[in-house]
């Protein structure tokens, strides 16, 4: 006799209430929006879905596809620097005695534990003119200017401390971004390397690979799918990014989202923020299909 | 074969893990060309033995000399010396040509040249034409070979082992120990392994080192080790035995006599030590050393004693009786071929029996 779980019944009124709920708020409000994207505006808030493609000519406009090509810069940047700033501390969080590695795992998801806006905010505070960076750096400026003038080099740094200007511009945008997805790097980076067998890299030193050799040609490798998960799951929130180049961006640092939200709230253009939706989601599917067929590619040369 | 020409001698040796030492002052030398066993219990110190000398682990205190020169100090990547790991570490995500050509590749060697030499190494290993296949397509035994190759590839000074066969099923072990001595013997290189297996130590090493407890209790050849342990502990680790304490009655020409309440006579034995008199020692003899008849055994010259079958192991090939001979003392084993069908054993429970061993028999050890 099978398990009770084995019943198709079983199966039926388990996997029933989360499809319905897919259905219902995921995949029709989806389907209605996907249809917006071909509807014309008809007055003040009346639209009429026609099958124009007039909505997804105009996102192809020069300026919008300025926008998009920065939203994938940023998301791109933001991957990288996550990458490179990510992979030391996971590296660290798995070699750290088995003691502190939760507590250092912790210290890697507790931002989550906070509101965005709250930690965007107290990054505002932090990077301004008179924030803490700055701050910080006045004192040191201060320290060495008084230092140079002791050994008789007064006016070396310069006559007085210029702030550096760390808000409202691109680089804000990128700092933000990657404070707020690099947990979502840190982890699969962990995951994959915390399996990583550790005589595997004993054996490399070994054979006579130097430590970075070794890195190279073994750990690397070896953390590859896990440097894939936790660049999708960068690059893809990071892309669609709102928040992070609303507050902290300059005039000329918004995303793709922000022209979204406007065209959905300010300028109540519904079908053409609807159509800008669906072309970063298609931009999105074929990324993702293109690293599927990149990656069948490899393990097929591998095997061959 | 094993000249007295040590390539590797190490000297006071420690390795401090905050208040235990793992590896405890040892000297130790390993001759060149020698298959060389560090055997004993887990947990004994012998794989941190072997790991500082791979350089995978630095010392404590103390110095190893790789031909002369100290390496004590010299990184793992920089030591003439190469290792097959217990796990065997072969690199999932290379062929098994690329597995056994890597340390080639990183020192620098010619694509040309690394193939050729990786390939000489897998027909060494009884590989050949695997080249193509990905680990996981090997099974274990297959995968130790290619961590084989790839450490003998390197042409080592030393060629280190730790635990190579724990891996393996039971028939595959007894096959893979044959094969591993032939090859040490064809490439000439000196191996040490490390093991907890006393039987594999025996049947491959030329020497074996046993460790307890951080230190090396001993270091002989294998039926030296086994007939003449220098030690209780080395006596009882190594194949079965029975310690009988006692107190030296006279040492002297060869000849130690020793005294044991539990015994009805001196023993005697023939052996070249000087132990005090009135010393207390042990009497160490191996079960199938030990003569069990029903009657006395009439010659004269033999040790006996006498006493109680109270328990039966049987063996398949052998059999071995647990007899007693005093109260309150340990029941002496002994070992008997079955050489007729059990059904017609010789002894039974409950039997009065009588044990004899000549002279040549068993050795007295005072500590």
Redesign the interface.
Known sequence: MDPWWRHPLVFWVLGLPPTAWLLGFFLIPLGIVWLFSFAELRGVIGMEVTGTLANYARALDPLYLEIFGKSFLFAGMTTVVSLVAGFPVAMAIVFASPRWRPVLLLLVILPFWTNLLIRTYALIAVLRIRGFVNFSLEWLWERGDWGLALIGLPGVLGDRFEPLELLYNNTAVVIGLVYVHLPFMVLPLYAALERLDRSLIEAALDLGASQWTAFRTVIVPLAFPGIVSGAILVFIPALGSFLTPDLLGGTDSQMIANVIERQFKGANDWPFGAALSFLLMYLTFGALALRAVLSRGRSAMDAG | MSTEDPIIEIRGLTKRYGSLAAVDAVDLDIRRGEFFALLGPSGCGKTTLLRMI???EMPTGGTIRLEGNDVSAVP???RPV??V???Y?V???MSVLDNVG??LR??GVTREETRHRAEEALALVKLAGYGAR?PDQLSGGQRQRV?LA??LV?QPKVLLLDEPLSALDAKLREQMRLELVNLQDSVGITFVIVTHDQSEALSMADRIAVMDAGQVRQVAPPAELYEFPANRFVADFIGSVNLIEGQVESCDAGIVTLSCPDLPAPVVIRQQVTYATGTTAWLALRPEKIDITHEPDGDGTSNLAHGVVEEITYLGETSVYHVRVAPDVPLIKVSSANLDRVTRRRFTWGDNVHLSWTSECGVVLDR
């Open positions: 791979a350089g995978l793992v990547n920089k190469n290792m790991f217990q796990s570490a690199f999932p995500h890597y340390g990183i020192a990905r961590a790839r450490a390197k």
